[in-house]
T-cell receptor, first 112, second 115 residues
Framework: EDQVTQSPEALRLQEGESSSLNCSYT??????LFWYRQDPGKGPEFLFTLYSAGEEKEKERLKATLTKKESFLHITAPKPEDSATYLCAVPPRTGGGNKLTFGTGTQLKVEL | DTGVSQDPRHKITKRGQNVTFRCDPI?????LYWYRQTLGQGPEFLTY????????KSRLLSDRFSAERPKGSFSTLEIQRTEQGDSAMYLC?????????????FGPGTRLTVT
C-alpha cells in the first residue's frame, strides 16, 4: 500500500527563519507528488505538482523539490501568514482516477 | 466564483439520523472525489466519479454511505444511520483528466458532528 510520511509533525519558526518540510513516499514509479496548504477549518489549497526527480517549483516564499524518495518544501524568510498545515500527497502507481494518498501534514506556525 | 462549493458547511445531527451533503465541482471538471478528514490526519479517499460513473470506492465507505453524481454535474454524499465515528470533515475535490495534469481542487468542506 502506498505510504506518505511527513516530518516534522509540527514546526515553529520565527519570522524570517527559513526551514524545510519533508515528505517521503514509498510509491514506485511515481506519477506525481502534490503539495497542498490547509488553513484551519478549510479545504486544502493546491500549491504544486512535481513529476520527476530533480524538478523544482516556486511560489512566493515556497519552493518544492523532488528526489527519487522524497520531496522537500523549502520556506524562505517566512511570514506569519504562512502559518498553516502543509500536506503532501501521491496518486497510486497504477490505475486511473488519481485518488490521492495524503500524509498527516506538517503544522507550521510562524511567529513575529 | 468558479471554485468547488459544498453545502452545508456545518451539520450537527443526532446518532441514527440520515444526512446528505452536496458538492458542486468546477464546471469543466469531469472527475469528482470525496474524501474524509479527521483531526490531525490527512484527507482519506472515499470515492470518485468520472462524469456520472462511480469508478472506485474505498473500503472505508461502508454500506451506510452512498454517493451519486447524476448527469455528471453536482454530487451528493448520503450517510444513513449516522454514528459518532462519522464525525469528520467531508471534502469534495474535482479535477480535469487531461494528459498528465491531475491536480485536484478542493472545496471548503462540510463539518459533520454526530451527537
Amino acid at each position: 500500500e502506498d505510504q506518505v510520511t511527513q516530518s516534522p509533525e509540527a514546526l515553529r519558526l520565527q519570522e524570517g527563519e527559513s526551514s524545510s518540510l519533508n515528505c517521503s513516499y514509498t510509491v514506485s514509479g511515481l506519477r506525481g507528488l502534490f503539495w497542498y496548504r490547509q488553513d484551519p477549518g478549510k479545504g486544502p489549497e493546491f500549491l504544486f505538482t512535481l513529476y520527476s526527480a530533480g524538478e523544482e517549483k516556486e511560489k512566493e516564499r515556497l519552493k518544492a523539490t523532488l528526489t527519487k524518495k522524497e520531496s522537500f518544501l523549502h520556506i524562505t524568510a517566512p511570514k506569519p501568514e504562512d502559518s498553516a498545515t502543509y500536506l503532501c500527497a501521491v496518486p497510486p502507481r497504477t490505475g486511473g482516477g488519481n485518488k490521492l494518498t495524503f500524509g498527516t501534514g506538517t503544522q507550521l506556525k510562524v511567529e513575529l | 466564483d468558479t471554485g468547488v462549493s459544498q453545502d452545508p458547511r456545518h451539520k450537527i445531527t443526532k446518532r441514527g439520523q440520515n444526512v446528505t451533503f452536496r458538492c458542486d465541482p468546477i464546471s469543466e471538471h469531469n472527475r469528482l472525489y470525496w474524501y474524509r478528514q479527521t483531526l490531525g490526519q490527512g484527507p482519506e479517499f472515499l470515492t470518485y466519479f468520472q462524469n456520472e460513473a462511480q469508478l472506485e470506492k474505498s473500503r472505508l465507505l461502508s454500506d451506510r454511505f452512498s454517493a451519486e453524481r447524476p448527469k455528471g454535474s453536482f454530487s451528493t454524499l448520503e450517510i444513513q444511520r449516522t454514528e459518532q465515528g462519522d464525525s469528520a470533515m467531508y471534502l469534495c475535490a474535482s479535477s480535469l483528466a487531461r494528459d498528465t495534469t491531475y491536480e485536484q481542487y478542493f472545496g471548503p468542506g462540510t463539518r459533520l458532528t454526530v451527537t
